[in-house]
């Protein structure tokens, strides 16, 4: 039997975890951190746009969206992988509200028929316990 797989994310900061028996602990087994998603738009956006060279019409999300869609593809790229690989056969997926629809979008077909369920909650900064709290009592 392959493990089930967890993953909790935000659109800059992802944890993710395997079980291998209903009802076993979490075992962290991955983390992912995108510092540029955090960083204020101002800093993202280039000098030659800041200085008025450019668009005068900045959608001030873009470079925010931008990077929570960057850190989406090497999520969905690193579950493809573990797919691929073998090394899990179910998938949960908690994930702050704003980033679950980005990130399903990114997931290549075969990857998001493994999705078993979907929590729109951010869970990140939580101990494993506590996540395990919010998950199926038999995973």
Known sequence: MTATWI????????????VDRSQSPLLEIGSFVRPEARAKTRDLVTDKLQSGIGSGDL??????RHEALNFARQLSAQLRLGRVQGLFDRLYIAAAPAFLGLLRS?????????????????????EPARIRKHLPHRL
């Open 59 to 64: 959608d001030r999300q873009t470079p925010r």
């Open 7 to 18: 993953l909790v994310a935000d659109g800059s900061r992802a944890r993710l975890f395997s």
């Open 106 to 126: 990114k997931l290549d077909a075969p990857t998001a028929q493994l999705v078993v369920n979907a929590v729109s909650k951010d869970l990140t900064q939580l």
